[in-house]
């Protein structure tokens, strides 16, 4: 077996940084791995958009594999369940509104669409801050400046590298962090992130989808940052509104992006 380590360390190199250097600018980057983000990156990769997820984990599925209180199923309700068998889920009806599925399934499921869709999702980067632009006083984001996530967790001072992106969309989930970026370093924006409210499932699951979409010129929200956004129910282990979120912020940027072609 002709092997060298050089060999190994020299095509880990070369492949990586050929494609970091090839999404340096893209269409949409979207920052969170869960159920919304990955949904959101399905939809719009299967319109062609250049599409990069950004995790700051080493996995993917966000609160997806805790599930309720680390059992091993959740719920989705309808028309979510609609999604899930799209992209090859097998579902258990509970009733005419609720299913029950697994959770690694959903993850695993969820993750291989997106990425079968034409969509590249980045491990171990964190969204540290966003590349902005203002033309007559009116502020728009026009990407996501990231570092390695074990540079953070090491306390280091490393400069950072940028992407450019037509869209960037906030998918971190329960504390809405480029949200947050976006309304401490840009007050232009006038943007108040007062966090999510107590849990009231049936009404946070409708709530969380009819809120989701543009933040600001370039900026949207979808899943749970929607609902620290606008002081919104959490929900627990029912995702059927994560899922439907992450469409709708889909079709959303899709006509942004088109009107501006």
Known sequence: MKIKESII???????????LHEIAEIDVAIVGAGPSGLTAAYFLAKEDFKVVVFERRLSFGGGIGGGGMLMPKVI???????????????????????????????I???????????????????VEDLIYREKENIPK??????????????GLHVDPLS??????????????????IAAKKIPNLKIRV??????????????IVEKTGKVC??????????AALYRL?????????????????????????????
């Open 9 to 19: 360390t020299q095509s880990i190199l070369r492949e990586s940084l050929s494609f």
């Open 76 to 106: 989705v309700e309808t028309p979510a369940n609609r999604i899930l068998e799209e992209i090859g889920c097998k579902l258990k009806k509970i009733n005419n509104d609720l299913y029950v599925i697994d959770s690694s399934q959903l």
């Open 108 to 126: 695993a499921k969820l993750a291989n669409a997106a990425i079968d869709a034409g969509a590249h999702i980045l491990l171990g980067i964190t």
């Open 141 to 154: 984001i026009a990407g996501v400046v990231t570092q390695w996530t074990a540079v953070i967790m090491s």
């Open 163 to 180: 992407f450019i992106a037509r869209a960037v969309v906030d998918c971190t989930g329960h504390e809405a962090e480029v949200i947050k």
């Open 194 to 207: 007062p966090g999510e409210s107590s849990m009231w499932a049936p009404y946070a699951e409708d709530a």
């Open 217 to 226: 010129p370039g900026l949207y929200a979808a899943g749970m940052a929607v």
């Open 233 to 261: 129910p959490r929900m627990g282990p029912i995702f059927g509104g994560m899922l439907l979120s992450g469409k709708k912020v889909a079709r959303i940027i899709s006509e942004d992006l088109k009107k501006n072609e």
